[in-house]
């Protein structure tokens, strides 16, 4: 029966087309209350601003054997089906090419801006001379899109470690992740490794970086025999390497980089608590999805397509309006808001123990993975995605159903939090 479904048309299907590139919309909103909640974050000293090539060069000699061993550590225990290879190992450079030959060695988008820069709340004041988008993201105000306003910082400039921290947290979704494979269209992918595209539609830009912002961990056995490609998932490496060159960049007298890693790092972390980048397909379960796939096989492929709708949609909608809601409570100085107050609760940071190796697929992705089907049946009961459009409610709403939706988002930010600050606890511990 396995062989059978080993094509498994509809589960591709859904991987290709349904998965948005974002997890949660703008992680900044809801990262600088959770980091807010951490005495030790708030009262840190400031940190001045460095630029990537002054780190670099300063401490290439010990980054090439630490960087060499941190990719035999991944290719053990995260990376098993596409270890680094030897060409791309980090020899340092020049200040014309140690950038590149550290981002090769990262396999990240070697376009990618890596600007100075802060994100600042809506609602407030720019600080400084706003950023321009170029700086920021590599398809600038094509990904940015107006919902996001940063403003720039200069070299040598001491700022904020929570500031640092809290904006870097975004930075993986202006481009470090895309097109990194084969079919993708750029030199590099073509040398890193990774091979064709796992899934997430390669044609659509921001899609390519799909496999490495999501962790389906716990679907059935039976949907992992027969669709393997959802194992190819990367962001457990990437917390691996950037969670190391934190510690590397603090240890050696870095802190701007060391802040700046671990907030990437955090990126990761956070995407898997998006519970549609833990689930392929809440309130679905295996005999399901099995039959769908089965119905399209046979050529009758309406069942698979509104599911793919039904997916996207419900996807794309739940982040639209908690970034909205945030965004106005923000604006509006309504700081009492649910949504921001429940991501500054700590009473939780001690029940999930110690940030490990294991925390983010066996607490972080699970607790998504579980809340999922409440969150997908409540976006159905309170008609959000007719009653809600363009950030404002929309008479079709139906507000009961809407505020068990609030509820529940609300509590799942508790937890939300609590994971955003034990993974720092543990970044910062040998600081």
């Known amino acids: 029966m396995l062989k059978y479904y080993s094509s498994l048309i509809f589960i591709a299907s859904l991987s290709l087309f349904a998965t948005p590139a974002e997890a949660w919309w703008n992680h900044f909103l809801f990262n600088r209350p959770a980091l807010e909640a951490m005495p030790e974050l708030v009262s840190a000293p400031k940190v001045k601003v460095e630029s990537l090539e002054d780190f670099l060069l300063k401490e290439q000699d010990k980054l090439i054997p630490l960087m060499r061993d941190m990719e035999k550590e991944a290719n053990l225990n995260y990376d098993k089906s596409a270890p680094l290879p030897e060409a791309l190992s980090f020899k340092g ?17 070697t376009g990618t801006p890596l600007g100075y820069f802060l994100q600042n709340l809506p609602g407030n004041p720019l600080p400084a001379k706003k950023s321009n988008p170029m700086t920021v993201s590599i398809y600038g105000e094509k990904d940015l899109k107006q919902d996001y306003e940063f403003y720039d910082i200069r070299i040598g400039e001491l700022v904020s470690p929570l500031e640092v921290l809290a904006t870097a947290g975004d930075e993986p979704d202006f481009g470090l992740d895309l097109n990194l494979f084969e079919d993708n269209g750029e030199s590099f992918g073509k040398d890193y490794g990774f091979g064709i595209q796992s899934f997430g539609d390669s044609r659509i830009y921001y899609a390519t970086q799909v496999p490495f912002h999501i962790g389906y961990y716990h679907e059935s056995p039976i949907i992992f025999a027969a669709a393997g490609f959802l194992t190819r998932t990367y962001p457990k490496y990437r917390v691996h390497q950037f969670m190391t060159l934190s510690r590397y960049a603090f240890e050696s007298g870095h802190p701007y980089w060391g802040y700046r890693f671990l907030g990437w790092g955090m990126h990761y972390v956070v995407d898997l608590t998006q519970p549609y980048h ?72 001690n029940n999930y123990g110690k940030y490990d190796n294991s925390y983010i697929v066996d607490i972080v992705s699970k607790q998504s993975y579980d809340i999922s089907d409440r969150i997908d049946t409540l976006i159905d009961e309170s008609n959000l995605l007719n009653g809600f459009a363009e950030g404002k409610l929309l008479p079709e709403i139906n507000h009961k159903s809407l505020a068990e939706l609030d509820s529940t988002i609300s509590e799942h930010m508790k937890s939300v939090g609590s994971h955003i600050r034990n993974y720092v606890r543990t970044g910062l511990k040998q600081n």
């Open 278 to 349: 833990s689930r392929v397909l809440p309130n679905f379960g295996t005999i399901s999805m099995l039959w769908i796939n089965l119905k399209a096989i046979l050529g009758f492929e309406s069942a698979k397509n509104e599911a793919i709708d039904r997916i996207a949609s419900r996807h794309t909608t739940i982040e639209k309006y908690h970034f909205s809601t945030l965004r106005n409570s923000y604006k509006n100085k309504e700081l009492t808001h649910p949504f921001i107050l429940s991501v500054k609760q700590t009473n939780l940071d």
């Open 93 to 109: 450079g020049d200040k014309k090419t140690i950038r590149n030959h550290f981002l090769r060695a990262l396999r990240l988008n």
